[in-house]
């Protein structure tokens, strides 16, 4: 029987230039149970993904900030206030998102700030952990968002919804976002270029990286 899965995008659903490979869009469209996007990207981005491919909306976006069960519920988690305190305050401090204008990134993002990894960290963490708030690096951006959402929350929060075990999902990501959602999935796969922290935090490490990670572990899933 096919678990239902739960995977990241940024490196996972996509090459290293972060475009997503088309490969994936059979193996997600025919998966034979439900399929969570979970992603720090802003929440319209994987309900987009999930139109096009012309699945059910469930979705895990600014990682476990916003969360949509087969389109039929979306539930909000985050602090949009507090990130927007961090951005006043990290812009007092002389420092800019890093993304210049229009920032796409931020735009529509609702419950947490996406900042450059070309900006001081230590600056924004120090303004993020003023407001109560914590910093997350996914490999792409510096995700300031509330301490107690994350994608392993998020899964948990789709997982009731759908009426099944936490256990029964397969989860695979590279980040250490992602490390959360491998912590509560029965079982997780890092792709060949994950972050250590999500490494450490997987049940299987593969030796494929981006994509190929992402077939590779949906192979290995269904017992191919």
């Known amino acids: 029987m096919t678990p239902p899965l739960a995977v990241d995008i940024d490196g996972t659903l ?3 230039r972060r475009r997503v490979d088309p490969r994936v869009f059979p193996v997600l469209r025919e998966w034979d149970a439900p399929v969570v996007v979970a992603t720090g990207k802003a929440f319209p981005y994987p309900v987009a993904l999930c139109e096009f491919l012309g699945i059910p909306i ?10 949509a069960i087969e389109g039929d519920e979306v539930v909000f988690t985050g602090d949009p206030e507090g990130a927007r305190a961090v951005a006043d305050a990290y812009a ?13 990134v931020n735009r529509w993002r ?8 070309d900006q001081p960290f230590d600056v924004l963490e ?12 996914t490999g792409f951006a510096y995700h300031v968002k509330a301490p107690d959402v994350d994608k392993g929350q998020g899964l948990l929060a789709v997982a009731e919804a759908l009426d099944r075990e936490p256990s029964a999902f397969a989860a695979v990501g590279d980040s250490e976002n992602d490390a959360a959602m ?13 972050d250590e922290t999500a490494k450490e935090a997987a049940d299987t490490v593969l030796d494929e990286r981006y994509v190929d ?3 590779a572990a949906t192979e290995a899933i269904r017992g191919e």
């Not at 120090?126 to 690096?137: I, M, N, S, W, Y």
């Not at 491998?182 to 994950?194: D, K, L, T």
């Open 14 to 16: 996509t090459d290293d």
């Open 58 to 67: 469930t979705v895990i976006a600014e990682n476990g900030g916003v969360v």
């Open 92 to 104: 007092a401090a002389g420092h800019g998102l890093g993304w210049g204008e229009p920032d796409f």
């Open 110 to 117: 609702e419950t947490e700030l996406a900042v450059s990894r």
């Open 126 to 137: 120090r303004v993020a952990e003023k407001e109560g708030l914590a910093v997350v690096d």
């Open 182 to 194: 491998f912590a509560v999935a029965g079982e997780s796969y890092a792709v060949g270029n994950a």
């Open 213 to 215: 990670g992402f077939l």
